[in-house]
């Protein structure tokens, strides 16, 4: 797990230096650089070294010529079944790593390595024979990539503070990001706060030839668009048991201690019963985080510490624990620095302290429960669009009423907000329905909030309903939602945040449930068996039965969050009202200041429960101080 960063064009070489000081974080135990003059081409690599601990793990990586290069973040799992094969075919090797086997891999097969890697990675070849730089992103978009074409040439990191150490990258701001970041709190790819800087989308790759991108192409496209598997409950249970240990069991290979993240729910949990067994003689060392806060119960967030005590205890591994309270805020501009991206959701910060704690352990590599909800169906809007059986065939008149009488409910208890936000966009048709699930702030707030010129730039359709066209309109209603939850929500949201923030302290973090073969399985399942009834990741649930406490799996569904609400009116209100005020809005042009104002009132006076519409808005204030006023804060 590492940083990578590099250019194809007229950028000084100094600018590998600065890219790689931009995200040292990354790599703290290696650094490289390599620049090729005639070309243009630089190559920039901090290493965080995981797999092959000796210097000939060193990147930039050469083959035996010195004609082909590569430089590489994240971890594949399968290389060893290649090893011999590519000895065999008289490939050179100098040691062990990962790396060394996806240059070979890619020396005997060229682009179609792509369909052969199991694992998590983001990496940039330049091949000197073609002139050719060519870069790639996992399937899922675990490992980030970013890129930006200049009037100097391409240039592209493992995050967007690297790149703007080049001055010619265009500061303009996206206005569509700007009003994702409001609207779902975060910005579907490949868009990002500037319109300069683009993210590459998961299981994509492209080629760079010039100074320019020469080609662009999907190597990878989720098999939610497929035909579904007829098969028996009994042997889907099996299956996904099956699948999920040999995920887990992939992702041990180390030559660091491995510990994991464990809150105690069903994917982290999951997770630890199968990789208990696979230290060796040591004990897994699980993490956890409990939040002291006494009023997290009242914005919906049950502490995880109980859960995780009950699975520690019975699969008798190490729990060690991070307590925080309202200090949490106090690393919000930490938080966004290293997020690159304006997101509006605190739960990045639990993942920060854990991956620190993990660190002072001596911890390098955590297993993460992240994708579980994304390809078994966990999240309430799931079970939400099941439930449209049984009104969305009601007359457009009576469904706008529906959706009238949902946002005149008031904002709590937490059950009337949740079935608000169920019936708000009850008049919609659709894609533009499933679609509205994501909203975290409606359409018609969010243009409340923009000013004039960032409202008349925004597109007649929004991103995630451009998304679905490019699926089959006759691919079942669930399976459409977690192709959104796939591509922009996990990727865009919950991957990025992890991937930052552990990596922030250094900590390289796997996702077992999104081994390749198991998303397939998970995929091509009956929907039924995902979603049946109010039950969420009911399959799962079923295969877990006999292995997890049944008090568990059968838990309820909680959130992974922090008491945004109380730090909004508590530690956070001065910065809050600082930061937001009409001067500095108005300064910025970027929203409508009265309509801001007018929001913090409301809000204050408990008129509307906007606290994480205002916790947005102070995360793009503070991204933008961060990124735009002041370039890049000292990390």
Not at 6 to 31: I, K, T
Not at 291 to 298: F, L, M, Q, R
Not at 622 to 635: G, T
Request: hydrophobic content about 40%; overall charge neutral.
């Amino acid at each position: 797990m590492c940083g990578i960063a590099g250019f194809y064009g007229s950028f000084e070489p100094s600018l590998l230096n600065d890219m790689n000081h931009a995200q040292a974080h990354r790599g703290p135990d290696d650094v490289g650089v390599w620049h090729y003059k005639a070309c243009g081409v630089g190559l920039a690599h901090r290493r965080l070294s995981i797999r092959d601990l000796s210097s000939t793990g060193h990147q930039p990586l050469f083959n035996k010529n010195n004609d082909v290069s590569i430089i590489y973040n994240g971890e594949v799992y399968n290389t060893k079944e290649f090893y011999d094969e590519l000895v065999a075919d008289g490939y050179h090797f100098k040691g062990s790593s990962d790396t060394e086997v996806i240059l070979n891999l890619y020396l005997k097969y060229g682009f179609e390595i792509l369909n052969k890697l199991n694992g998590i990675f983001a990496f940039a070849i330049w091949d000197s024979r073609k002139k050719q730089l060519f870069l790639a992103r996992d399937n899922m978009g675990v490992k980030p990539l970013y890129y930006s074409e200049t009037s100097k040439g391409f240039i592209f990191a493992s995050e967007i503070k690297s790149i703007l150490k080049e001055s010619s990258v265009s500061r303009k701001i996206n206005p569509v990001a700007l009003a994702s970041h409001i609207t779902y709190l975060w910005s579907p790819t490949p868009s990002t706060t500037l319109k300069s800087v683009k993210k590459l989308e998961p299981g994509y790759a492209m080629t760079i030839q010039e100074g320019r991108v020469n080609k662009k192409w999907r190597f990878y496209t989720p098999t939610l668009t497929k035909e579904i598997n007829n098969i028996s409950i009994n042997n889907a249970k099996i299956a996904v048991r099956n699948s999920i240990k040999t995920a887990v069991e992939r992702q041990m290979v180390s030559d660091v201690p491995v510990g994991a993240f464990l809150s105690g729910g069903l994917d982290s949990s999951a997770i630890t019963a199968f990789a208990k067994d696979m230290v060796g003689n040591e004990r897994l060392k699980c993490f956890t985080i409990s939040i002291d806060d006494k009023t997290s119960k009242k914005e919906g967030i049950v502490t995880d510490l109980p859960y995780a005590q009950r699975v520690a205890k019975h699969f008798d591994v190490d729990l060690l624990t991070v307590h925080v309270g309202p200090e949490m805020a106090d690393e919000l501009t930490k938080m966004i620095y290293h997020l690159d991206e304006p997101q509006a959701d605190p739960a990045a910060l639990n993942t920060l302290f854990i991956s620190r704690l993990a660190r002072e352990h001596k911890i390098k590599v955590l297993l993460s429960g992240a994708g579980g909800d994304d390809i078994f169906s966990g999240y309430r809007r799931h079970w939400a669009l099941m439930m449209e059986k049984y009104w969305s065939y009601f007359p457009k008149n009576i469904r706008r009423f529906m959706s009238a009488t949902a946002k005149r409910l008031p904002d709590s208890p937490i059950s009337i907000r949740r079935i608000a936000k169920a019936f708000q966009y009850a008049e919609l048709d659709g894609d533009s329905r499933i679609a509205s699930y994501f909203n975290w702030l409606s359409p018609d707030t969010v243009n409340n909030l923009l000013s004039d010129e960032l409202r008349a730039e925004l597109p007649l359709i929004n991103p995630l309903e451009q998304s679905l066209a490019d699926i089959p309109q006759d691919t079942p209603s669930l399976n459409k939602m977690l192709y959104l939850e796939q591509k922009h929500y996990l990727a865009d949201h919950n991957l990025n945040y992890t991937d930052k923030m552990s990596m922030a302290e250094g900590i390289e973090v796997r996702v077992p449930l999104l081994d390749p073969d198991l998303v397939e399985l998970a995929a091509q399942l009956p929907v039924q068996y995902k979603q049946n009834g109010k039950e969420g990741k009911w399959i799962f649930k079923k295969a877990m039965e006999g292995i997890l406490p049944d008090d568990i799996i059968y838990r309820p569904k909680t959130g992974f969050g922090a008491p945004i609400r109380n730090w909004i009116h508590g530690p956070l209100k001065t910065l809050v009202w600082d930061t937001l005020s009409e001067t500095s809005i108005n300064n910025r042009n970027w929203f409508d200041a009265k309509a801001v104002t007018r929001l913090l009132n409301e809000d204050k006076k408990g008129k509307t429960d906007a606290s994480y519409s205002i916790f947005a808005l102070l995360c793009i204030e503070i991204w933008a101080r961060i990124f735009l006023d002041k370039n890049i804060i000292n990390n």
